[in-house]
């Protein structure tokens, strides 16, 4: 993007982001019997603070099930076909980034 300023043209690094605008979810009444999904985003201690932190909520809430995902790598968006089985076989998700 660009701007002229008097004599002088500008360039604005930051581009235009254009998103879609998505309503939040409802947010769940209780914890205990979920499908809790864990989406590990492969960055170096984020899989140390997941599995602690999903053993933590496990033990207070109990859920039916937990699902530990992994993305393909930190620096790339997650697959959509991972995005839909996160969504299908699960009631709630968490994840972190931690370095």
């Known amino acids: 993007m660009e701007t002229t300023v008097g004599n002088h043209i500008v360039y604005d690094p930051r581009g235009v982001v254009e998103a879609e605008a998505v309503a939040i979810s409802a947010r769940v009444k209780k914890l205990a ?27 207070r809430f109990g859920f039916q099930v937990v699902n530990y995902y992994c993305k393909e790598s930190f620096s790339k968006y997650a697959a959509e076909e991972l995005l839909s089985e996160i969504s299908a076989d699960n009631d709630i998700a968490i994840t972190a980034i931690a370095d």
């Not at 985003?41 to 033990?59: G, I, P, Q, V």
């Open 33 to 59: 019997g979920l499908r809790l999904a864990v989406l590990d985003n492969t960055k170096w201690n984020a899989n140390k603070l997941l599995r602690r932190t999903m053993a933590k909520l496990d033990e």
